[in-house]
């Protein structure tokens, strides 16, 4: 029942409905309560120290609530570990900076979500990391741009300002030729509808702000690797 590749109706949706969620440890509550808090505190020395390693430590590091979420989202991309963040944006930033350090380049699909592209003519520029763009329709372009320092290139499909469908195995198969890592935003498809670990990407992030919070009344992002 647990495989998003299960071709029987209603096996997603019924996913969709149950995952991140466990009744029997919060009471029988369908949903994982909300916690507020900063400090998180043990009883003794020795039962912080054999806290499960998910367990956040801290409450800037989440909460139960949030370890709920990326499981979920985790099991959704069909990736090894989800990270959530404040924002789509923060998600897309964190994952470079994650990536690159001074001296790298980047290639990004030219139709990429705006503030994305500020982001790296200002704060990749100031870091030394250089950005540049391709378009995303002619994998021969990427193939031409690419150069010894490219540690990653940067995709976006449907791209949020063209909307241009990309032959995404054929991209990451000229970036991993070079060895360069492929980060992918999948806001626009979802993992319902493109499977990025499936066609070779490395990362792939969502703005959960769009559909997997749904009302624009809340900012969410998350970062997932294989
Ligand atoms: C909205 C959006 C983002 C940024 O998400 P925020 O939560 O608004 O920061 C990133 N990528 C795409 C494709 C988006 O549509």
Request: proline fraction near 6%.
């Amino acid at each position: 029942m647990e495989d998003l590749n299960d071709k029987e109706p209603g096996d997603t949706e019924t996913l969709l409905c149950r995952l991140g969620r466990a009744p029997a440890e919060h009471a029988g509550m369908v949903n994982v309560p909300i916690y507020r808090g900063s400090t998180i505190v043990s009883e003794t020395l020795e039962d912080w120290d054999i806290r499960n390693k998910d367990t956040p430590s801290y409450g800037r590091f989440g909460s139960p609530l949030s370890r709920a979420l990326e499981a979920a989202v985790c099991k959704l991309e069909g990736g090894f570990r989800s990270i959530l963040f404040p924002s789509g944006q923060s998600a897309c930033t964190h994952s470079l900076l994650a990536c690159l350090k001074a001296g790298d380049a980047i290639l990004i699909s030219d139709g990429v979500y705006a503030p994305v592209r500020a982001f790296a003519d200002s704060v990749l520029a100031r870091l030394q990391i250089e950005a540049q763009y391709f378009c995303p329709t002619r994998p021969s372009e990427l193939a031409a741009k690419i150069s010894a320092n490219t540690r990653a290139i940067y995709l976006e499909s449907p791209s949020s300002t063209t909307f241009e469908v990309q032959d995404v195995p054929a991209l990451v198969a000229i970036a991993h030729q070079s060895g360069a890592l492929v980060i992918m935003d999948n806001t626009w498809a979802t993992p319902l509808y493109f499977r990025p670990f499936e066609h070779g990407v490395d990362i792939s992030i969502q703005a959960a702000t769009k559909y997997i919070v749904g009302h624009s009344d809340a900012f969410l992002g998350s970062c997932n690797c294989e």
